[in-house]
Nanobody, 125 residues
């Protein structure tokens, strides 16, 4: 079993930056594909970014490409989401997720096995 705990959310002005962290428990974290999703009020949960277990492959939603960067430190059991040039439409609860399969980069929430509780990101205009 893996537990995921996000942190780093907050209130930021448009154009600003935030770095989210997701700390994972469990010895097999390094084998998991990790992803970030977000959910705004009244909307479905949407894919943001995914990262392979080695960190060598990434996948981004078009809406964040060039602005967000996903990374991981397996020695610290932590995955990050660096968010730059934030826009009001980035406002959402951000969730990290883990896929124990570890072979592919998925963008559907149903493909992930473990979820954190979420952290709120609010971008003011």
């Amino acid at each position: 079993q893996v537990q995921l705990v996000e942190s780093g959310g907050g209130l930021v002005q448009a154009g600003g930056s935030l770095r989210l962290s997701c700390a994972a428990s469990g010895r097999t974290f390094s084998r998991y594909t990790m992803g970030w999703f977000r959910q705004a009020p009244g909307k479905e949960r949407e894919f943001v970014a995914a990262l392979s277990w080695s960190g060598g492959r990434t996948l981004y939603a078009d809406s964040v490409k060039g602005r967000f960067t996903i990374s991981r430190e397996n020695a610290k059991n932590t995955v990050y989401l660096q968010m730059n040039s934030l826009k009001p439409e980035d406002t959402a609860v951000y969730y990290c997720a883990g896929d124990r399969g570890g072979s592919f980069l998925y963008s559907r929430p149903s493909d992930y096995d473990y979820w954190g509780q979420g952290t709120q990101v609010t971008v003011s205009s």
